[in-house]
């Protein structure tokens, strides 16, 4: 019997080798090769076991996602614990209208109100021009998901984008990364409108800077057919008087709204009255949430994990809340005394912290799983006695979909030369080395070879015998030894020079793919904005990838599209 808490239970099995091509006159047209994500940079043990070996995470979350009981009794918990439905539903269809978001996703919000429907949720903060590639990877994970759900357990299924729009790092929002025609990487940069770094993101307004940052993006993306359709819909997204948490729902309204995704702007004081009951719990318990995460990170560590989020003693004494006062300030526990009054009648003061967001996140939605990042996993298993400390049934939690898109002249290269995907992460040339050497003509790797094979067998009888002619012969014979191998090693380097020179092409392939993989050193869903992507492949990038964009457990996906 197959591992039932393997990734392939639920999502089916895939192999760490080149699985799916797909063919049009005898053309590739799409290619799909599997990394494990064991292999892949900056993936730390948690993730990797919560993919692989989740009964070692299994006190930690409300369940397993490769288990279908699990889901089973997700649906049950959101559909029975009780929410204010219709008007959370009216509140998200006045925000949708507002922006004119597609009726696809008014219509996905007018569903909520049915006391049958439930929730695929995730979110990021709101980043320039749509942020990093994850987070456009977020939400079609969210929407396949629901997809997924309503099909399997015939229930009505949407898929929810929080934008995390009270966060006031302006510094994690305010940057879009791109390539330009020689596949260099460039990062625009807004510079910090009033207000931002105090206030947050959802009260800071756009000034005429955004127009300049956009005229940066057009002399910096390639000029393709779908460029100025993109420049286009950026400006009227984000333009001069618009919030920043505002002008990135419109442009995710704008990408994903035709497929259904709720985009959800936190900030709207309309749904704060919605979570009241928490903000006013959180007040009288001041220092909980703290002590409750902070003891989960103990028996992580213990575990062999990590615990991303570690409370200092002064935090564990104060509230997982933030006043909103025009800036965003922290809430010590020496204010939060008499607060409940303040926490019931003026919620549209209050603002949650990390550890917080989750609780209030589903209290408003009916959460059956939420898509998070892989490093999000960390600070998530901290909270399932956050979770019963407010009365709010924790969702399950499964990774986003991630994925590399290379040019389809890349991808052949990769499986060309077999060469590892994580291997052009490295920023020196051992591994285009490895490659050059690979292609050396046959003849000459084959005579190398034999002489670094040889040389060594002969030189030991030789050094085996001339002790019997003089003792103090041995060192000098070893010497020699050491000589020829050395300049044996030397030219073979010379000649992979010259197979450098000779083959350029081969050094240009390279590049090309390792710019496109690793911009910088960086994965590419992390360096690059989503508008890269868009500008390359036009608006069938989004519909391709909500078909092709794979959902497992235990795999980055290197795809061309």
């Known amino acids: 019997m197959e591992d039932p808490e393997g990734p392939e239970c639920l999502w089916g099995k895939v192999q760490d080798r080149i699985f799916a091509v797909q063919r049009a006159n005898g053309n590739i047209i799409s290619l799909h090769i599997p990394v494990d994500i064991r292999r892949f940079p900056g993936i730390r043990k948690l993730a990797a076991d919560y993919a692989f070996q989740f009964s070692s995470l299994a006190p930690f979350f409300s369940g397993n996602p490769s288990s279908p009981e699990s889901w089973t009794a997700a649906i049950a918990n959101a559909q029975t614990h009780p929410r204010p439905r219709a008007e959370l539903s009216a509140i998200l269809t006045t925000q949708l209208e507002r922006r004119e978001a597609p009726s696809p996703a008014r219509d996905a919000a007018a569903r ?6 439930v929730a695929v949720v995730t979110g990021q903060q709101a980043g320039l021009f749509g942020g990093p590639l994850y987070t456009l990877y977020k939400g079609l994970s969210a929407i396949r998901l629901a997809a997924r759900v309503a099909q399997e357990h015939q ?24 390539l330009d025609a020689e596949f260099r990487r460039h990062v625009i940069t807004l510079p910090p409108p009033p207000g931002a770094g105090r206030a947050p993101i959802g009260l800071v307004k756009l000034g005429e ?30 333009r001069p008087g618009v919030s920043m948490s505002d002008a990135f729902a419109r442009w995710m309204d704008r990408l994903l709204g035709d497929l259904g995704l709720i985009v959800f702007d936190c900030s709207d004081g309309a749904a704060k009255p919605l979570a009241s009951r928490i903000f006013a719990h959180e007040v009288t318990h001041p220092g909980k949430t703290w002590e409750l995460a902070s003891t989960a990170g103990q028996r992580l560590t213990a575990s062999g994990y990590h615990a991303q989020v570690e409370a200092s003693a002064s935090a564990q004494a104060s509230s997982a809340l933030f006043r909103l006062n025009g800036a965003r300030t922290a809430l010590a526990a020496s204010d939060a005394a008499g607060l409940e009054h303040d926490a019931r009648t003026h919620p549209e003061t209050f603002s949650p912290n990390v550890l917080l967001r989750p609780i209030v996140e589903d209290t408003l939605f009916p959460t059956i799983c939420y898509v998070s990042g892989p490093n999000e996993l960390a600070y998530l298993a901290q909270l399932r006695q956050v979770y019963e400390h407010f009365g709010v049934p924790m969702p399950l939690f499964f990774p986003r979909a991630s994925a590399t898109v290379l040019d ?48 060594p067998r002969h030189m030991a009888a030789i050094i085996a015998a001339v002790p019997a002619v003089d003792a103090t012969l041995e060192g000098a014979a070893k010497s020699t030894l050491g000589k020829i191998q050395h300049d044996l090693l030397t030219l073979r380097g010379k000649v992979i ?25 960086i994965p590419q869903e992390r360096a690059l904005g989503g508008v890269a992507l868009l500008n390359r492949y036009g608006p069938a990038l989004v519909q391709r990838l909500v078909q092709e964009l794979p959902l497992d457990l235990g795999h980055h996906w290197v795809l061309t599209l």
Do not use: M
């Open 112 to 117: 909520l109100a049915d006391p049958r429907t």
């Open 155 to 178: 229930v009505p299924a949407v898929a929810v984008f929080w934008v995390e729009a009270e966060d006031h790092d302006w510094d994690e929002v305010a940057s879009c990364s791109v």
């Open 209 to 238: 800077a955004i127009t300049t940052a956009i005229d940066q993006l057009a002399t910096t993306l390639p000029q393709t057919e779908f460029t100025p359709s993109i420049l286009a819909d950026l400006r009227k997204a984000y």
């Open 408 to 455: 389809s002249a890349s991808a052949r290269f990769l499986a060309k030369h077999d060469l590892p995907f994580e291997a052009l992460q490295a920023r020196d040339e051992s591994a285009l080395n490895g490659v050059l050497a690979a292609s050396l003509p046959e003849a000459v790797e084959i005579a190398l070879r034999e002489a670094e094979d040889a040389i």
């Open 497 to 521: 020079g010259a197979a450098k020179k000779r083959d350029e092409t081969l050094r240009r392939q390279f590049y090309r793919a390792q710019a496109q993989a690793f911009p910088d050193g």
